[in-house]
């Protein structure tokens, strides 16, 4: 358990912005933009899983079902992160449980990493998205709803304190590293970071399932999993 202190900030962050935690809402204030104003007074797993329930600290929970809060041991040593919830999640409350969260269990496997001894979690919360005849198509969040939603990760990453940090795609690496950070260029190294002792990179899962053909889908699969076997490591 981590009790927060007002004055510090969950952890830095490379963009120098930092999770302050704001004045409640006045009546002349309606909109809130930073999830903080919904943490619990006593920052551990299940109690901020249960006040993320409630958050709307941007405009997606309109249009998800639930929020998908992270999952996992509270003494993992990895701590994958991906974009947000997707269409299976949304509806099952739980991250990575879809075609990409298959993908994902299959890889692990094969790095000889069980997936029960980490922690998965998401950038954004809420599952955005957009009609397309029945379907629900994903769509990317921007900079205002992954501003809003970093203090839930933060405080993820605070509670955990993992040994290093897996952003899953250029979304997540671009949250945690920076926007000039090139997933194509960097996937795979071990960075240092204020966020955990190391950060790593790599893709997305949903990005193999999207490889044009049988071969480089299998080619970048395997990339994926090499990535993955360096965690084996930590
Ligand atoms: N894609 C993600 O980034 N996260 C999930 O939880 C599922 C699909
Ligand atoms: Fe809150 Fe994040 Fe959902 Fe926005 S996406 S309402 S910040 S949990």
Redesign the pocket.
């Known amino acids: 358990m981590v009790t927060r202190k007002s004055s510090d900030p969950l952890t830095s962050q490379p963009s120098g912005t930092s999770s302050r935690r704001r004045v409640a809402p006045s009546s002349t204030h309606k909109r809130t933009s930073s ?1 903080v104003e919904y943490f619990p007074k006593q920052l551990s797993l299940p109690s901020l899983k249960a006040a ?1 329930a409630d ?4 405009d ?2 309109k249009k ?1 079902t639930q ?1 998908v809060f992270g999952e996992g041991q509270r003494k993992a040593t990895i701590l994958f992160v991906g974009e947000q919830p997707g269409n299976e999640e949304d509806l099952t409350g739980q991250p990575f449980v879809g075609p990409a969260g298959k993908l994902f269990d299959n890889a692990l496997e094969e790095a000889g990493i069980d997936r029960k001894q980490t922690y998965v979690t998401n950038v ?3 599952f955005k998205w957009e009609p397309r005849g029945k379907r629900r198509i994903h769509k990317k969040p921007n900079a205002v ?1 992954i501003k ?2 970093r203090p ?1 990760l933060e405080a993820e990453i605070a509670v955990i304190k993992p040994q290093v940090v897996v952003a899953l795609g250029a979304t997540a690496a671009q949250a945690l590293l920076g926007a000039q950070f090139r997933v194509t260029k960097q996937r795979g190294q071990f960075l240092e970071s204020t966020l955990a002792p190391y950060v790593m990179a790599t893709v997305h899962p949903s990005s193999i399932l999207r490889a044009p053909d049988d071969e480089t889908r299998r080619l970048e699969y395997r990339e994926f999993v090499n990535d993955l076997k360096k965690l084996s490591k930590v």
């Open positions: 999830a993320a958050c709307k600290a941007c997606l929970w998800g929020t954004v919360k809420h709803e809003a939603c839930w």
